[in-house]
Each structure stands twice: as structure tokens, then as C-alpha cells.
């Protein structure tokens, strides 16, 4: 036995994209952000997409170019605050968003690519929150039923994969990606360095190719990839 | 036949089943027969075996002599990596199962019916030792397929128009591989799909415990 | 900074154990099983225990031994199929055994771990496994609230280690470990190998120390851990 | 002393708090103020430094120049490790708030009130960027103190008998570290329990918009 090869270019998978789609895309701040299928989608131009993502990214990066691009229908979020123009669009009404805890966005997702229907949890009782969710009574408590997210497509950025689609993250850029790699029937990796079956460890796999459907590797890293001057 | 040598009998039925899975798939095969499919595997064929006990990619199966102590799989057989083998903890295992990245799993049976749904798992009062992975394999793997002998070892059917059994899966089962046919399950009940070699269609009737439609076309053998 | 040194010895670890504990116990089978840890609670004689493990072990190995000794009130489990003595225990009363379908027993302890009241699921519905358990409408399905579970303690086998308790498991004796190492106040790890701080890669941590409470590193590996002969 | 030099105040305030995180603690600093309390902390003391977007141990904050553009904290900055660092995705990060593992957090505020609320995310109409960690950070951390200057930049105080923004988490702020004072949240309300250098008991109850309890005894000051 072998393990099949999914490796394609970025080009090709962004094009089974279609308009829409309900996107995950990966990253907190810059690290983990797939900023090549991002611009990729830019210039493909798919249209009412819903995007799923811990942040906005700032002005000028990430999906603040899809948004600036009109692309995006709706954002489920858990805070833009470092993007003034996603802010914006949002009071103007260009885009709604949909705000959650982080942790509780991170177990939705989870949730979701676990194949479970929701979670149950105590976070946010008591704020503006919990207004309009359902309720479920457990041990004579009341608590928050917190329906998991399953997306059409998550695009991920990942640091080392081989071509079956395992991939390995670097640091913090982990974050939100092996989550969403596992909460969509069609998951597309953006890779630093693809090398062949084999070049990684199995205890070093972080998301099993098993979830992912295309691997393109990155011939270049863009400016988007590098450190913030703050 | 009945005169036919029933290991040349089982043999066959894992060799057709083998055939069930193609390239490109994410399989779980279930303890027991649905095992012994690995090694019927074509060596070039692009496929991820999965065990529920933590890994994809398996490869081998190992003696004794070169096994790894920490590399088995649910069944508790000593496994071997291939290379781009991955190793996950039993959340994972199973969010893989249940989230739709498993085409195919391939279980036992003591009984199935011709609705589909499949016991497999629990004998009142005889064997109750828990149900494992199994109901989570049979109501969520995308296609759900069974080998078993047709008959149990009174030579009772195992497909019946009802189980009697507690089930695992309700309405699941697509296919059935047994050392006499092959059966799919249709919105009409059982329906025969092929014949192993040397059984006739009668023999099968007989050996079901359910109406079997037999098509007007020729039935392939196996 | 430096990070707090959590090492002990597998004595002391045990002796925080109280009687009429809920103790959550690693492994699938041999790998993962912590086999000293639970040698010396049967040493040390523990009662009225609930245990929390995938499987019951086999005769005379593991948690066998805990049932054999009399310590286990009740086994919450998915299969005991390999151990005759405790279907025996069973079928005869001595202990009482709650059953749960695999994955969702992993989802409960890892709910628990995740600071989760309950997961929301369809397994189990149509089988006798729904009997009993609390049901929740969405979306105009019925489905299935089961409940997080956490445990007074954890025991844990891991590969290596290092003195915060930041842990990594060896191929498929990774299993239940990684979930339960979050679900209970009492983490104990027995590892085969203790490093310094800074002897694992950031990245290869499996279980980060946070979690971890008391790291025991083993002197040997008994005939426990071996390979079966079948 | 109103003509204190607010650099003063404002360093005495994050070196006052430093020292409320003691040996062994799991801790996470939240953006902005907090963060500063890390240059603060002796060399030695061990503790471990945790940031929601994936990682514990986090070590000196590290310039444009020599920074690693994976590895940054929540609030953006550049961090680096140290012997023992772990990286983890967002779900074990929150797991470990939620189940009870992280001993101290914390947090800037908009308005505390007396019985422990907090307001920390959200200006209707002015500031409603998405709450991100904050409300698990508030509402599951084992203990949850605040760190905020006594006043907004108006003078209006931020310590209330109730607050008036949108709330984070109900009934979690233990303790207030401010630059004119430590207050306890108490079941009696706000009490007194330090005082800035410098600064009198008659200040902070003017700057203070609830009820302040002054015990009978010396006040220390930091």
C-alpha cells in the first residue's frame, strides 16, 4: 500500500472554490494566516463568501483584502479591533459580523470537525453573549447549547507537509489551523516545505493527511509572511 | 456447493471484498475477517487504512519477533508504519470517523437485516463486553459494508428480514460479502449482486433469512 | 522565568490518592497503559475506586489487578471483551460497569478536560445506548447531551518528559492519554524517559505541563509493557 | 499627590502587581498594561506564562530585529521560549483556561464594579471590536485582578457601585491594582488594602465611585 498524493497548485485549488462558499481560513494575527490562497482568491474574485476567523488580520493584509475587495458577505469572528477598515464595514453595514468567545469559536470548530452537533458550556452567561441562544438545563443549571461550525472549505497554512496532506505548524501558527483542518469537506493546505511520504514523523503529525484534500506548496513567501514593524 | 472446501470459501469472500476498496479511500477494517483484507491489497494501491486506535497508514502486520510494543491497532495486532503513517489520540481517531473522512468501513455481523440495520455488538445474557468502536463505524463511515459467513455456526441465517439482536446501526449496511455472495441492501431488500464460485442462486435463497431478489441478468461469480 | 519542577517518585505520586476516587487510567490495550502507577495503587490498596479506562486490560495486567485486588466499585468503559475476570466481575455484581461507545467516551473526557459541560451528538441513537440519556432538539432533530466527564485523578503513561509535566507519547500509546491528561485536578504521569527543561521541542509537546501535576519518571519497564505473544 | 509624576505611578502600580503572582502559578497577563508586569517578575521565580493564541512559557518580548515571525502573543508582540515552552492550538489554549488550570489572570478594565463585575470589551457605539479571550479569561481563571489606572482620562472614576457597560463576566474581579492603590473586592464591597506612596485614603475615596471600606488599621503602602 501507498498513500495517495494530493499535492496540486495553489491555483487549481482555489478554483474549486465556488461563490458563496462559507470559508475557514486559518492564522491569528500573521502567524498561521494563508496569505498566498487569500490573495489567490482576491484574484479569482469568488463573491458572498462567509468567512470564519479568529481576527480580521490588519489594513491592507490577509482577508482585509477580501473584504476591501467586496467578496465577503459575512464574518464570524471573535474580534477585529487591529483592522480599522473591517470595523468600519462593519458599522456601514458592507459586511455583518457575527462575534463569539475565542475559546468557544475554537470548541465550535472543534466541535464541527469532530462530527459532534454542539457543545455545552457556561461561557458567556451573564453577558449580551448568551442573549438569543438556546438553553439546555443540566444538574439543575442552565446552560448555553453552542452549535458546532462545519464550513464548505478551510484554507490552511501549514509549515511542513508531505504529499498524502499531513501537515506539521510552526509555533504559535498553529492556532486555529489544525481545527479547521478537520471542520470542512474540502481542505486546502498552503505549504512552506513539501517533502516526500516520509519526511515527517508520525508522532510529529499534527493534522493527519486523512482531513486534508489539496496540498500546494508555496514557491515564495510574500511580504504578507514577514515581521510586523510595530 | 456444499461439498466446496470452506477455507477455499472464505478465502474468496476477502479476496472479493479486498476488491471493495480503491484507490484514493480512507478505510477502517473491522476486528477479525475484515483484517485479513490487507493483505489481498493490490502493493500499489493508493489507500489510507485506519484503526480507531490512534493511527493512518498502516502497514503490515507484524510477528512476535519484530513487533513494536506501542504500534498495534484496535484489534491488538502489531502494526507497522508505511511512510506518511500518522499517529492521533482517540478524540481525533474518531472526529476523523465521524466527521465524514471515513469512505469506507468494513465490519462483522451477527446479524443483518434487509433494511440495513446491522447487531453486531452485544448477545443478552452471552456476550455483552461493550460495543467499542463499533456503533460510531457503523453510523458514520459514508459506506458501511459487512463480511460474514451467511450462516452462523448452527447454520442459522445471519440475514434476516428483522434482528432479533440490539443493533449498532440503524439502516446502514450497503453490502454484505459472505463465503456464498454477494449482497447489496436496496430500498427492496436484499438483492444478489454475485455468486462465489460454484453456489447457486438456490443455495443462497436457502441459506437467507429474508425474500433475496435474484436479477434476470447473469450473476457474476467470484 | 524558569518553569516549576514537578518531579516525585511513583510512591508518593500514588500515596495523594484518596479511597472512593474517580481515576481516569491511560492505554488501549498495553500501549499507554500506565502499568507501574497502577501497581502501586494496588500496593497501596486504595478502596471503593471508579475507574475511567478504554478497556479493562487483560487478565492479570493492568486494571485487572485493581479488580482482582477489590479495589473498583465501577468501571466506566467501551469494550472488556479481552478480560474474562472482569466480564466475571460483571456478570457476578462485584463490580458494576457503565459502557459508552468509544469515541464518544473520548469526547466526554475531553469535554471535561476542555472545561466543557456536555458534547451534543446523534451516536448511539436507534441503539440501547440512547436509553436513559438526555435529549435536546435542534434543528428539529432529536439528539443525544452527554455529559463531560472529569476525574479526581489522572494517570498518565507517557514517552518522555521533562520536570513542568510537558509530555509526549510514543506511536499508539498516545490514545487516552492526551485527554485525560486535562480532565482531572490530579495529573500523575509515569514516563519512561525524564529530560531536562528545554529536552523537548516546543512543537513536540503532546500534553503541555500546564496540565501535568506530578511527573514520576520509572526506574524500569516491568514485564507489563512487553510485547504479548498472541 | 496630585503632582506625583504619573510615570512613578504608573510603574509602581505594574511592579505592585508583579508581585502578586508567587511561585508555581500558571498565569495569563492580558494585553496592554499586564503585559508589562513580565519585566517585573524576579529571574528565578518559577512560574509559567500562558497566551490564548497557543503557548506556555513565554519568555523576554523581543525587537523587530531578532524577532521569530511565528511566535507572537496575543496582543501581536514578538515573544520568544524558554527551556520548556509548549505550543498548542487555540482549543487546548482555552481548555486550559476553562478547566480550571490557569491560577491567575490579569486584565485592563473599563469599569469594575463592587460586587466584582467587569467591563472590559465593549463602548456601545464607540469600541465594539469582538470580545476575543476576554470572557473565558474573566469568568474561568481561579482568581481574576484587574489592572487600571483609579480614573479614566476624564476623571471619572472606574471602580462603581454597578457598572454600565456591557458586562464580561459577573461577580470574578478579586482584587484591583490601580496607581493610587490595592483594593480587595470583598463581600462588602471595595476595602482598602494599600496605598500608592504619596497618596492619601481621602484621594482614592474621591476617586473611588462606590463606597470604599478603610480598615482601622496601618495601611501599607507600595
Redesign the interface.
Known amino acids: 500500500m501507498s498513500l495517495p498524493d494530493k499535492t496540486t497548485t495553489i491555483e487549481a485549488a482555489v478554483a474549486r472554490i465556488p461563490d458563496g462558499a462559507t470559508i475557514m481560513v486559518g492564522g491569528f494575527g500573521v502567524p498561521g494566516t494563508p496569505f498566498t490562497l487569500i490573495r489567490e482568491l482576491v484574484r479569482q474574485g469568488q463573491k458572498d463568501l462567509t468567512l470564519i476567523k479568529n481576527d480580521a488580520n490588519e489594513t491592507g493584509m490577509g482577508i482585509d483584502l477580501l473584504i476591501a475587495n467586496g467578496q465577503v458577505k459575512t464574518l464570524i469572528s471573535t474580534h477585529i479591533g487591529l483592522n480599522a477598515n473591517a470595523i468600519s464595514a462593519l458599522n456601514s453595514g458592507r459586511i455583518r459580523v457575527e462575534f463569539c468567545a475565542q475559546g468557544i469559536l475554537a470548541e465550535r470548530i472543534r466541535a464541527g470537525g469532530a462530527g459532534l452537533s454542539a457543545i455545552v458550556t457556561d461561557i458567556g452567561l451573564g453577558t449580551e453573549l448568551a442573549e438569543g441562544k438556546q438553553v439546555v438545563e443540566m444538574h439543575g443549571k442552565r446552560l448555553l447549547v453552542e452549535s458546532a461550525l462545519r464550513a464548505d472549505v478551510a484554507l490552511i497554512h501549514a509549515d511542513c507537509a508531505d504529499p498524502f496532506g499531513n501537515l506539521t505548524y510552526a509555533a504559535t501558527a498553529r492556532n486555529f489551523n489544525p481545527l479547521m483542518a478537520m471542520a470542512a469537506p474540502m481542505v486546502i493546505a498552503e505549504v512552506e516545505t513539501l517533502g516526500p511520504l516520509g519526511s515527517l514523523s508520525p508522532e510529529a503529525v499534527e493534522t493527519p493527511g486523512a482531513f486534508v484534500d489539496h496540498v500546494a506548496e508555496l514557491s515564495e513567501l510574500s511580504e504578507d509572511y514577514g515581521i510586523v514593524r510595530r | 456447493m456444499s461439498d466446496a472446501n470452506p477455507l477455499d470459501a472464505r478465502a474468496r469472500m476477502i479476496a472479493r471484498a479486498a476488491r471493495e476498496i480503491t484507490?484514493?479511500m480512507?478505510v477502517n477494517l473491522g476486528i477479525g475477517l475484515p483484517t485479513k483484507v490487507?493483505n489481498h491489497?493490490p502493493?500499489?494501491?493508493?489507500?489510507?487504512?485506519?484503526?480507531?486506535?490512534?493511527?493512518?497508514?498502516i502497514?503490515a502486520t507484524l510477528p512476535?519477533e519484530r513487533?513494536?510494543?506501542?504500534?498495534?491497532?484496535?484489534g491488538?495486532a502489531?502494526v507497522s508504519?508505511?511512510?506518511?503513517?500518522?499517529?492521533?489520540?482517540?478524540?481525533?481517531?474518531?472526529?476523523?470517523?465521524?466527521?465524514?473522512?471515513l469512505d469506507l468501513t468494513m465490519l462483522g455481523a451477527f446479524e443483518v437485516a434487509q433494511n440495513g440495520d446491522l447487531a453486531n455488538w452485544k448477545i443478552p445474557g452471552k456476550f455483552?463486553?461493550?460495543?467499542?468502536?463499533a456503533?460510531?463505524l457503523a453510523?458514520?463511515a459514508r459506506r458501511v459494508v459487512v463480511m460474514t459467513t451467511h450462516t452462523d455456526r448452527h447454520g442459522n441465517p445471519k440475514l434476516l428480514q428483522q434482528c432479533t439482536l440490539?443493533?449498532?446501526?440503524?439502516r446502514r449496511v450497503a453490502r454484505i460479502f459472505t463465503d456464498l455472495a454477494v449482497i447489496d441492501v436496496t430500498a427492496h431488500g436484499f438483492e444478489l449482486c454475485e455468486l462465489a464460485t460454484g453456489v447457486t442462486v438456490q443455495e443462497v435463497t436457502e441459506a437467507t433469512g429474508a425474500p433475496l431478489i435474484v436479477p434476470d441478468t447473469d450473476i457474476p461469480t467470484f
Open positions: 484507490a484514493g480512507v490487507i491489497l502493493a500499489n494501491l493508493p489507500v489510507c487504512l485506519h484503526t480507531e486506535n490512534g493511527m493512518t497508514g502497514g512476535y513487533a513494536d510494543r506501542n504500534l498495534i491497532d484496535a491488538g502489531y508504519p508505511i511512510p506518511g503513517s500518522a499517529y492521533f489520540d482517540s478524540a481525533v481517531s474518531f472526529a476523523l470517523v465521524r466527521s465524514g473522512r455483552s463486553p461493550g460495543a467499542g468502536g456503533i460510531e453510523q458514520k440490539p443493533l449498532t446501526a440503524q
